[in-house]
């Protein structure tokens, strides 16, 4: 029982000097949160990079947050848990706003088709946008972005895709799923969020 308040004691003595801006007191808070903040993010973006980013953005908000922290239920813990919660939600946010950016700019790109809005009609932003994201399109490997290229512009699904162009449809699969990867990876954050 003694062991069990000292460790409880010991967590509370971090958590002030925490709170206090004791960066020791905040290696520890890191040392020991890390692990659960990690896996929270893993477990919910299902991609290791993404998991790390958002576990150093939890850290540093907390840190930057730390005169807000009032002890309470969970203490500590349960804090860095709420904020946790908050950055996932905000990077599955953010992926579905790539995601819509990307594709938007597929539909958009020269030759897609009649109907779409012009830049004059657009937005300053929209268009900076779309020309950060079909400069990344022309970055792809050409058989990537054929396959891209098919799939949004000629509105063909994969089978279709292999039957034009004679690829495997594992393939056109790997092609897509490789060129989606990397528009994601690569698009600066100003490019991911549209309006």
């Known amino acids: 029982m003694d062991e069990a308040m000292d460790g409880r004691e010991r967590e509370e003595c971090v958590a002030a000097g925490f ?3 004791d960066e020791r007191c ?5 040392l020991r949160w890390r692990p ?3 896996g929270l993010a893993q477990r919910y973006l299902g991609d290791e990079r993404e998991a790390e980013d958002v576990t150093q953005q ?3 908000a907390a840190w930057h947050g730390r ?4 002890p309470g239920p969970g203490g500590l ?8 919660r908050h950055k996932v939600a905000d990077a599955l946010e953010a992926r579905t706003r790539r995601a819509r950016a990307t594709a938007a700019a597929l539909r958009g790109a020269p030759g897609a088709g009649e109907g779409s809005a012009g830049p ?5 932003e929209q268009v900076l946008d779309r020309v ?5 399109l022309a970055r792809l490997p050409s058989e990537q972005r054929r396959v891209l290229h098919l799939a949004f512009y000629a509105d063909l699904t994969q089978t279709q895709i292999a039957d034009r162009t004679g690829l495997p449809l594992g393939t056109v699969k790997s092609h897509m799923r490789r060129a989606l990867h990397r528009l994601r990876g690569s698009l600066p954050p100003a490019a991911r969020a549209t309006r």
């Open 77 to 84: 813990g349960a804090w860095i848990t709420g904020i946790t």
């Open 36 to 38: 659960l903040v990690h």
């Open 58 to 60: 939890v850290f540093l």
């Open 26 to 30: 905040m290696e520890a808070v890191y």
């Open 19 to 21: 709170a206090a801006g």
């Open 120 to 124: 004059a009609l657009q937005e300053p």
């Open 132 to 136: 950060l994201v079909l400069g990344e």
């Open 67 to 70: 005169h807000r922290y009032r």
